[in-house]
C-alpha cells in the first residue's frame, strides 16, 4: 500500500469538491433533526371557576417515542382533579426518525474516509480498479437511501405536527369530561425539522450527481492500458494455446 501524500488537487476537481459538499450537507441533516427538542401545551379550564385557566405541556424531542411523552402541570400536578401524568401524546415515530439521522451519520463518517482517500492516496485511488467501483457502487446505494430515509422522515414529520398540534385536545380524555374545557395553546416552532427535510433531499440531489464523476473514475469508463494501445493501432497480443 502507498504511503500517505497529501495532494489538495482532487478538492479542486468536482469529485472532491462534491464530496465536501455531501460532508457539510450530511452534518445540518443529521444536526437539525438529531438535536431537536420541543413540547406542546394546551389550557384547562375547570369548574366552578371557568375563568382561569391552567397550563398542562407535554414536552418532546427526538427520537420522537410521542407516547413517552407524558402531560404536566404547573404549577400544580392535578388540574381538574386530574393525574395529567397518566396521559401522553400520541405516535411512536422513532423508527423514521433514528434511520434517517443514523444514515446522515454514517454518511458523514464515510464522507470523511473518502477524501482522506482522495487527498491522502490519490494515486491509488486512481490506479486501483477496485476503490473507484466500491466508491461508485456507495455513492448510488447512498442516493437511493438518502430518497427512501428522507421521505419516510417527511412523513413521519406530517404525523408529529398532526399528532402535536390542535388535534391533541380532541384525543385527551379528561377534556371530554363534562364541565372541563381545553384550549390548544401552542407548540414549539419545527422549522429546525423542515430544515433537516430540505437538507434530506440536497443530499440525494448531491449523490445522484456525483454518481456521475465517480463513474468517471471506474474502469466501466475509462478504457484499460490494453484497451487503449488497441485503439492507438497498437498490435494484439497472438492468442495464447
Request: with cysteine; hydrophobic share 45%; proline share 5%.
Amino acid at each position: 500500500m502507498s504511503s500517505f501524500q497529501l495532494n489538495v488537487s482532487p478538492l479542486k476537481e468536482p469529485l472532491g469538491f462534491i464530496k465536501v459538499l455531501e460532508w457539510i450537507a450530511s452534518i445540518f441533516a443529521f444536526a437539525t433533526c438529531g438535536g431537536f427538542k420541543g413540547k406542546t401545551e394546551i389550557q384547562v379550564t375547570c369548574p366552578p371557576s371557568l375563568t382561569e385557566n391552567k397550563t398542562i405541556t407535554a414536552a418532546f424531542a427526538y427520537p420522537f417515542r410521542l407516547n413517552e411523552a407524558s402531560f404536566l402541570a404547573h404549577p400544580d400536578v392535578n388540574v381538574c382533579d386530574v393525574n395529567w401524568k397518566n396521559y401522553v401524546l400520541i405516535g411512536d415515530y422513532s423508527s423514521s426518525a433514528q434511520f434517517y439521522v443514523t444514515f446522515a451519520v454514517f454518511v458523514f463518517l464515510y464522507c470523511i474516509a473518502a477524501l482522506l482517500l482522495y487527498v491522502g492516496y490519490t494515486s491509488l485511488y486512481r490506479d486501483s480498479r477496485k476503490l473507484p467501483m466500491i466508491d461508485f457502487v456507495v455513492t448510488l446505494v447512498a442516493a437511493f437511501l438518502w430518497l427512501v430515509s428522507t421521505s419516510a422522515w417527511a412523513k413521519a414529520l406530517t404525523d408529529i405536527k398532526i399528532a402535536t398540534g390542535h388535534s391533541i385536545v380532541k384525543e385527551l380524555q379528561p377534556c371530554n369530561h363534562q364541565g372541563v374545557m381545553c384550549y390548544f395553546g401552542s407548540v414549539t416552532s419545527m422549522g429546525s425539522l423542515n430544515v433537516s427535510v430540505i437538507f434530506g433531499f440536497l443530499n440525494m440531489i448531491l449523490w445522484g450527481g456525483n454518481a456521475w464523476f465517480v463513474y468517471k473514475e471506474t474502469s466501466l469508463h475509462s478504457p484499460s492500458n490494453t484497451s487503449a494501445s488497441h485503439g492507438q493501432g497498437g498490435i494484439p497480443p497472438p492468442s495464447g494455446i
